[in-house]
């Protein structure tokens, strides 16, 4: 039978939700955008009609109230947050997690609407900014534009990192693999920006029948998860041991199979069975992810105590099938970079695991 764990008389959990949204309201976005664009967004919002119930009604105000969003955080006993995107930005089609990327002819535009967010998010982020770690927009069209978005991420303080949308293989867009993004990994890691990948928008489009929604909800996970092997065969992480890279809202026990499958590819090509290994790697890929993908959720590496770290990602290395010795490379790099935790079952954790997930985006506040 197994115990339940207490806590000392004093002590008390510090509970911090790794998959929060919010955003802007209409109005406040039309404020945030480049004023170049304002008329063309008047226009586009008179025709726009909101299709998402969470959207509509009074409940879409704790998008962006800061006192009401403080008062419902902390009734659930939650005292800090990364925020994904949730609102529609200006010129989207959809919410963006679910949105398409910009064909060529409406890039400029988006380009302007997701600014205008992360300008808006910047703001908000800093009225709490112990409690709110928000993770700003790019687009994958223009590495360039990228580069800039990443940039004013670290500048405005937007800790979560950025979010890098999906890449739906009947897109304008180059493979991840593609040497063009090269730019965008290198000011990442030279800047410590976490590179985060929300499921959602990776998938393919559906047509309108009636069994689209059900196709995108049955694989629109499977569609995000290729990102990491797409990365890590690309020699992403070889050329970049530093990137941050966070897989979210897309469970963590496909990690271990996908990573063996990885090696088991490698193995027969490298062997001359099927194929011939065209990218020269220093280890296995599967070793290589097992190293890198500890768990799923980022957080400020300041907050964060070195023993537990090393505890708690040593026990999940040897969850996924990982080497300890090779985690531990990788797990001193997390003392000063984002804590990487596990999360896909915590029924077992143990309180000194559970500190770790717990971490609060600022201080380690503690309720009064």
């Avoid at 908000?124 to 687009?139: N, Y």
């Avoid at 978005?149 to 890449?167: E, N, S, T």
């Avoid at 011939?276 to 599967?286: N, S």
Wanted: glycine residues 10%; negative net charge.
């Amino acid at each position: 039978m197994s115990s339940i764990a207490t806590l000392p008389a004093g002590d008390r959990y510090v509970l911090v939700s790794a998959d929060c949204h919010a955003g802007g309201s209409m109005d406040q976005y039309r404020g945030y955008l480049d004023p170049a664009y304002r008329d063309e967004f008047d226009a586009w919002r008179e025709q726009y009609k909101n299709p998402f119930r969470d959207l509509q009604g009074g409940g879409r105000t704790r998008n962006w109230d800061h006192d009401r969003r403080i008062s419902e955080l902390e009734a659930d006993g939650i005292v800090g947050e990364v925020l994904f995107p949730n609102t529609v930005p200006p010129f989207f089609p959809a919410a963006q997690l679910v949105a398409r990327p910009p064909s060529a002819r409406d890039f400029e535009r988006r380009l302007a609407g997701i600014r205008a967010h992360n300008r808006w998010l910047a703001d908000w982020c800093s009225l709490a900014p112990e409690r709110r770690a928000g993770v700003a927009q790019i687009f994958l069209n223009d590495v360039d534009e990228a580069v800039q978005d990443v940039r004013f991420a670290k500048d405005a303080g937007l800790r979560g990192g950025v979010l890098m949308p999906g890449r739906p293989d009947d897109s304008e867009l180059a493979p991840l693999v593609d040497p063009v993004y090269e730019p965008l990994w290198s000011v990442c890691e030279e800047l410590e920006v976490t590179i985060n990948h929300h499921s959602g928008s990776a998938g393919p489009k559906y047509g309108k029948y009636p069994v689209a929604d059900v196709l995108w909800l049955v694989e629109t996970s499977w569609f995000s998860h290729r990102a990491l092997w797409h990365l890590i065969l690309g020699g992403v992480f070889e050329r970049h041991p530093n990137l941050k890279f966070v897989v979210t809202e897309q469970g963590a026990s496909w990690v271990p199979s996908t990573l063996a499958m990885l090696d088991g590819y490698h193995a027969q090509m490298a062997s001359g069975r099927v194929g011939v290994v065209e990218q020269g790697t220093q280890v296995l890929p599967g070793e290589r992810g097992r190293a890198l993908v500890v768990g799923v959720i980022a957080a400020p590496h300041e907050l964060v105590d070195a023993d537990e770290v090393a505890a708690l990602g040593l026990a999940r290395a040897r969850e996924a099938g990982g080497d300890p010795a090779v985690a531990g490379e990788v797990l001193a790099r997390l003392q000063r970079q984002a804590l990487v935790v596990g999360v896909a079952d915590l029924s077992h954790a143990s309180r000194r695991h559970l500190r770790v997930v717990a971490v609060e985006h600022g201080k380690r506040a503690r309720h009064p």
